[in-house]
């Protein structure tokens, strides 16, 4: 099977261990100590150090280590126009009962593209650190939209600006129709979707929780595969979309458990995208069954590996785990590709291990994939 453009045997989710000095610069700026010009300058040069090394430990799926976020959505959902966030990041402990809250609080709209001008330093940072031997691809992961939804449903959305939330759900699609043909315009080919709540449905605590906010969790996937479809309808044939889901990744601590046969058939059947990547690292995520509602024209990246720890995976048993999913992919193992679960640092905190320890854990991911599929990984 031909992977689909920008999709790579040894992959991984997108964000990396910032440097402690890109951190320090990060709170600094928060300060008012430093100018945006000040924090850009240094960001620049953190990135393109990051796309070298990227590409000289393996990957080919490059992206900007989400170097310019605090957080792997607040900072691309407040630049909607109408959006509110109501907490500081910084300081949240996170509970699986206490978020961070966001509000509509006036109808959305798209007051200027987001990413385009990361995606173009990202792109340009590419060509430079590739060769015609070894090329790399700049991929770009935004937030699913149903990140505006989920935490706080119908409560945390203006009934004076939508009282109707068919129309929430409309002007909520365009947001993101809007962004992706920016991007498309930009020269991009490939977003992920971060989609970190419609797996949370798997979980008993957050469908009571979901049901208390008077939301059904077993409609709520249907309606957020349409919000997706609907968000990315627009995109040309040869940009390719994927989706990663995840029980939640802050410093380490997961928020959400459960396998994925609650929602297997509309995730895998309803749901428009290229590509899946899938968070199987663990015991709380189940077995790979659900996997036999995957399409045969569409590809698994396994997280099998983890982000959230220093150790070492045994290259043996995750070879083994991915023939074993294998064995549920109508394609086989020619349908998978092998990832961590997530990002390594989906806040700017980042997981508990050292950055050392991020790229020899990337290294063996790499080593492991060449063994698996025997392929030359570059292409």
Known sequence: MVLP????????????LRPESLKIARLQFKNGEITSA???????IYISDVVKKQLSHGLRSVTDGEFRRWSFHIDFLTQLGGVE??????????KRDSPPRLFVTEKLYHPRAIQVNDFKFLQQAVRENSSSIIPGSAKVCIPAPTALHFRGGRENISREAYPNMEEFFGDLAKMWQLEIMDLYAAGCRFVQ????NMVYLCDPFFRNAALER???????PLQYAELINAAISQRPADMKIGIHLCRGNYRSQWFATGGYEPIAEVLFQKINVDVYFLEFDDERSGGFEPLRFLPADKIAVLGLMTSKRPSL????????RLHEAAKYCPGGLDQLCLSHQCGFSSSVEGNELTIED??????LMVDIAKCVWNEDLSR
């Open 193 to 196: 979707l971060d989609e970190t």
């Open 38 to 44: 000040e924090i850009k300058s240094q960001e620049d």
């Open 5 to 16: 453009p920008g999709v790579y045997r040894a992959d991984h989710v997108g964000s990396l």
């Open 358 to 363: 991020q790229w020899k854990k990337i290294s």
């Open 313 to 320: 995976e045994d290259k043996e048993i995750v070879i083994s």
């Open 85 to 94: 966030y109501r907490e500081d990041l910084a300081t949240i402990k996170p």
């Open 214 to 220: 008077n939301e059904d969790p077993d409609q709520l």
